[in-house]
Every structure is written in structure tokens, then in C-alpha cells.
């Protein structure tokens, strides 16, 4: 089915353990990009790529790494987790048009528990 | 520094009457908006956007206001109903062309039947 995939949908783990977060989408979107959701906080970006091979920081990248080797995959890794990563975590695409990424399309979301 | 800010982060609204939710921002090269509409466990869906050569867009219910000189950003929802209950997140559109959409907070409307 075409669209944007996140697994796992819920994930519990430990501080000081290594969590890899998964994004696979279907359209071949050049962007792509990895939000958490916190409260009060509304949406923050934590890294994005306009490419495969491409990424760049946003706006909370501490204590995350991302990879993009092909299009339609963009793995968002904790290295070493702590409680404060707790938060539910979205993937999102967009295509790429005239100069400007358009409309983002959100994945479901991943929702993360550290103990 | 939040440059979109979403201050109200509640409202409820009786079912058939409207909905106002609004938003705010700062850098004024921001040149379009878009509005999110996100249900529990879900993620967040496009709604409506607007870019800044425009006042106002209209698809169906949803009414977006833009003025530029106030840097203030409005969504009408005509006539509310209970399934419009969301959390509904304003975003701007990163003006150096990065792809990147800068968010606000959210606010939670919730429509009684």
C-alpha cells in the first residue's frame, strides 16, 4: 500500500540503550524529515534530508544520528537513549517543485517510552 | 525563539457554530502558511494553506485568514462539527527555500454535540 510507513508504532526501552526508528515511504519524495511531539511544544524538527546521501540539523538534533542511503528510507537512531528522548516521534515527505519543498505528509507516528 | 506561536492551547466550541483557532509569528519573510490537522495516534494531515500574495483561502468549511501586517494567521471552521475535534497546528514555511515547515505549538479544538 503507497504512503508513509513508521515502525515500530510503540517502542519501550532503557537509558544508555541504542533505538532505531524506521520511515519508509512509497512516492519517491526527495525530502524527508523526523519531528518529535512533546507537549507544549507543538512539533520540532529534529533532522532532515532534501536527498538521499543529504541531511542536515534541525532545530533538537542532540543525541540523535540519521542515515539516508536510499529515497524512500530515512532511519532516525538514539545512540545512547535517555528519558528526556521519551516523546512520540513522526516521520514526514514532501516532493520537491519549483525551487521549494511542498505540502508535508506525516507518517504515524512512533510513540517512544525510555525507562 | 518561537517564531509561530499558537497561544490559545485549548478551545471548545458548540457543534454548528464556529471555530476560530490562531496563530501568530514573527520573521516577516515567511511567505506561506499551511495548516495540520492531527487525531490521537494519528499522524498530523494536511488541511489548508495560504500563501502571503493572498488574504484568504477557502476549501469547503475551513476559511484561512492571513494578514501580513499584523503577522497573524487565522483558520474558520463554518459550521464546527463534533468529528473537527483535533489538535490543529499552524506551520510556516521556511523562506530560504530548505523544504523545512516551522511549527507552533498546536491547539486542541473540541466541538460539543
Known amino acids: 500500500d503507497a504512503g508513509i510507513t513508521q515502525s515500530p508504532r510503540y517502542k519501550i526501552t532503557e537509558t544508555g540503550r541504542q533505538v532505531t526508528l524506521m520511515c519508509h515511504q512509497t512516492w519517491s519524495h526527495s525530502y524527508m524529515f523526523w519531528y518529535r511531539q512533546d507537549l507544549g511544544h507543538g512539533l520540532r524538527l529534529i533532522y532532515y534530508?532534501?536527498?538521499?546521501?543529504?541531511?542536515d540539523k534541525g532545530e533538537v538534533p542532540d543525541g540523535y544520528v540519521v542515515s539516508r542511503s536510499k529515497t524512500e528510507n530515512f532511519p532516525l537512531t538514539l545512540e545512547s537513549a535517555t528519558r528526556s528522548q521519551t516523546s512520540v516521534y513522526f516521520c514526514?515527505?514532501?516532493?520537491?517543485?519549483?525551487?521549494?519543498?511542498?505540502?508535508?505528509?506525516f507518517g504515524p507516528g512512533t510513540r517512544l517510552t525510555v525507562l | 525563539d518561537q517564531q509561530v506561536k499558537q497561544n490559545s492551547p485549548s478551545l471548545s466550541v458548540q457543534e454548528g457554530r464556529i471555530s476560530i483557532l490562531n496563530c501568530d509569528y514573527t520573521n516577516s519573510m515567511f511567505d506561506y502558511f499551511l495548516w495540520y490537522k492531527k487525531y490521537p495516534a494519528e499522524g498530523p494531515t494536511f488541511l489548508i494553506s495560504i500563501s502571503s500574495i493572498k488574504d484568504k483561502n477557502e476549501d469547503g468549511r475551513f476559511t484561512v485568514f492571513l494578514n501580513k501586517s499584523a503577522k497573524h494567521l487565522s483558520l474558520h471552521i463554518v459550521p464546527s462539527q463534533p468529528g473537527d475535534s483535533a489538535v490543529y497546528f499552524c506551520a510556516a514555511s521556511d523562506p530560504s527555500n530548505t523544504g523545512k515547515l516551522i511549527f507552533g505549538q498546536g491547539t486542541t479544538l473540541q466541538v460539543k454535540p
Open positions: 534530508s532534501a536527498a538521499a546521501d543529504i541531511t
Open positions: 514526514a515527505s514532501s516532493i520537491w517543485r519549483e525551487g521549494n519543498a511542498d505540502t508535508q505528509y
